[in-house]
């Protein structure tokens, strides 16, 4: 039998082929700033699937040119962004991988030029513009850009979208009492700081059958911020709205020391799944496949995201097997090397 990091996984009607996922990682490629797919995302992502991992997760593409992290970032605001991403998602599914998008909006973390937007008014850091405070109607509109984001991705026929709900971005600003210190509906209470992300998970679903994940930052590392408790109670209330995977990461809502070790966020992973019941990932300086494939046979996570061993291997599957002694399919092309 082939160790659980092979084994295929279904959620909702799309089936992995094995446990391992290509994290999503800022690329900085669109160089003409319009958010375009471009010749390099093509080679970059494809090479990924061409390399056996299950699912290719794109870097996180902005729901509107005010949500871009960089002026470099990809896109999926507008209608012309569908081809590229098309593209990209046939390369990758030709090859035997499944294709997921991040979409995202990067609120007061944006490096971008012009006015930039956030729960509040508090700058990131010292060194970073301060945001303006949203109003009501600009929730409202941004909403409606994750919800219009989701119909492009179906067009383009992605068969994941993640919801970037971490790093300190727009939804982490809005779930973290650090960010958030608003006194209407939409700040307070754990209830009134997670409307947010709920109304965007209901207007995502509107137009979004398949497989729905939300990354997280499960740990603000700050005495006054979020805890793994916390996110105990929001990845309940995510699974009872429609979403199917909880994405473990942590940390950059503050700015903050963070402890890092093999496997130091896999334990956010490992509670949430098991205390809210709900499917999750586990994520962060995780190379090799016996480590992927102890956190799997534990039950600590559903998934394996890989991020930076991806830059180094293209095939870090293969290697990952050889590591757990197995043998994986291989591109025919490239039968007489391995």
């Not at 098991?274 to 190379?287: K, Q, S, Y």
Request: charged fraction near 25%.
């Amino acid at each position: 039998m082939q160790p659980l990091l092979f084994q295929p996984l279904t959620i909702r009607d799309v089936t992995l082929k094995n446990r391992i996922v290509m994290s999503p990682m800022c690329m900085y490629s669109c160089y003409e700033q319009d958010g375009i797919v471009t010749p390099w995302h093509v080679t970059h992502y494809t090479s990924r699937a061409m390399g056996q991992t299950g699912l290719i997760m794109t870097e996180a593409a902005a729901v509107s040119p005010q949500g871009r992290i960089s002026a470099e970032d990809l896109g999926i605001w507008d209608d012309s962004h569908v081809e590229g991403l098309s593209q990209l998602v046939s390369s990758i599914q030709e090859n035997g991988s499944k294709a997921a998008i991040q979409i995202a909006h990067a609120g007061r973390k944006a490096m971008i030029d012009g006015a930039i937007i956030a729960p509040s008014a508090i700058a990131f850091s010292e060194k970073m513009k301060t945001p303006e405070e949203m109003s009501l109607q600009q929730i409202e509109e941004t909403v409606k850009q994750f919800r219009s984001a989701a119909k492009r991705a179906k067009t383009a026929g992605f068969d994941v979208i993640e919801i970037h709900g971490a790093h300190g971005y727009l939804i982490n600003e809005f779930l973290s009492p650090l960010s958030n210190r608003r006194t209407d509906s939409y700040g307070g209470s754990q209830e009134n700081r997670y409307r947010f992300l709920q109304e965007i998970i209901a207007a995502v679903r509107l137009e979004w059958e398949g497989p729905l994940f939300v990354r997280i930052s499960a740990n603000d590392y700050h005495p006054e911020g979020n805890t793994p408790e916390d996110f105990v109670t929001y990845s309940k209330w995510m699974k009872e709205d429609g979403v199917d995977l909880i994405d473990c990461s942590s940390g950059a809502v503050v700015p903050a020391k963070i402890p890092t070790f093999p496997g130091y966020q896999v334990s956010f992973a490992d509670k949430i799944k098991n205390e809210a019941e709900i499917a999750t990932a586990a994520v962060g300086l995780i190379t090799t496949g016996r480590q992927a494939e102890e956190i799997l046979q534990n039950k600590r996570a559903d998934l394996i995201f890989i991020g930076r061993e991806f830059l180094k291997d293209p095939y870090w599957p293969r290697s990952a097997a050889q590591d757990l002694g197995t043998e994986i399919e291989s591109p025919k092309q490239y039968e007489r090397g391995w």
